[in-house]
């Protein structure tokens, strides 16, 4: 039983966070920072995209690093 | 969004998915049997039926900005995965997706496997095969209609554009009887991974409460921005050790050289 239910977790990580786990981790912390300052009358349209700017050289130069 | 936008996304999306999990079971029918084969697709189908009723409900009675921050957190997780995985095949830097290879692979495996059988599988390696096969890729079907569906409250036209591609494929499959590498799926990866990322975005930062300067027409600048960034980001891998362009600069300078 045990074992089935890492296993399911294993596959449940691997299907939600993929390869880069701080791919998964930049996102929600995006978004909850714009939840924050849209909760805040701040305009935050900007911060994801510039959160995809940043976050996405970062993951491709750990990927590269790593061969 | 346009429903022809969301027919095409989710179309395209589930004709990636659609060209692995038929790779699979070409494999397992090839090289095993195909009455167990064929058990293991009506079973996984039956479990994505019964994952489909369960989950389809309880999104759509989210509150829109629930699950739309809900979903456009995974969008963008999956469709950052995707173009990653893009940029570094474009690059040089990671092998292509190569149905073949992946055909040759798992016939060779399938034809090791000893025969075992019980009841109505008398071949437990090709039903599970390809059970494991459609089910994985079929997860992802449902997810990509459920969400796209869902959230532009359009879940009949997602699951029709998803039948259509899923339809399309398998009889494609069934025709030729052989792995589907001519479908040009790294670079359909690439679109479906823009798609996803841009949609991701967009939905994510309305369901955190962003307006998005005018309003769904922001999806007409997010989407061509991402596909230009990315495709810079291919270029400058390529000139990194190991990526494509570098590999060629090595290979030149060694011809002069000899």
């Known amino acids: 039983m045990g074992a089935r239910i890492r296993a399911f977790g294993a596959f449940a990580y691997d299907f939600v966070v993929g390869d880069d786990w701080l791919v998964a981790a930049g996102v929600v912390v995006g978004l909850a920072l714009t939840y924050l300052l849209s909760h805040d009358s701040v305009t935050a349209w900007w911060l994801i995209p510039v959160l995809l700017v940043v976050l996405l050289p970062i993951s491709l130069w750990r990927a590269v690093r790593r061969d | ?258």
């Open chain 2, 1 to 258: 969004m346009g429903s022809g936008a969301l027919f095409i996304a989710v179309f395209l999306a589930c004709a990636v998915e659609a060209v692995e999990a038929t790779t699979i079971v070409l494999a397992a029918g090839t090289a095993r049997e195909w009455r167990s084969t064929m058990t293991g697709v009506g079973a996984a189908l039956v479990a994505l039926a019964v994952i489909t009723a369960a989950l389809g409900p309880a999104v759509s009675s989210l509150p829109l900005p629930a699950l739309r921050l809900f979903v456009g957190a995974l969008l963008l997780i999956f469709g950052l995965q995707w173009i990653r995985k893009a940029i570094l095949r474009a690059s040089g830097h990671k092998a292509l997706h190569d149905e073949d290879a992946i055909y040759a692979k798992q016939v060779s495996a399938a034809q090791q496997a000893p025969r075992q059988g019980t009841g109505l599988v008398t071949d437990m390696y090709a039903f599970t095969l390809s059970f494991k096969g459609v089910l994985l890729e079929g997860l992802e079907v449902v997810f990509i209609v459920l969400t796209f569906g869902g959230n532009a409250h359009q879940v009949p036209l997602a699951a029709l554009a998803a039948a259509a591609a899923v339809v399309l494929i398998a009889l494609v499959g069934v025709a030729v009887r052989a792995p589907l590498a001519r479908v040009p799926e790294n670079t359909l990866k690439f679109v479906v991974g823009i798609m996803l990322t841009a949609f991701g975005t967009f939905w994510g930062a309305e369901g955190a409460g962003v307006h998005w300067p005018g309003s769904d027409a922001a999806l007409l600048v997010l989407a061509p921005a991402i596909l230009v960034f990315a495709l810079l980001l291919v270029g400058v891998l390529r000139r990194l050790p190991g990526g494509a362009r570098s590999e060629q600069a090595a290979a030149a300078a060694a011809v002069e050289v000899s």
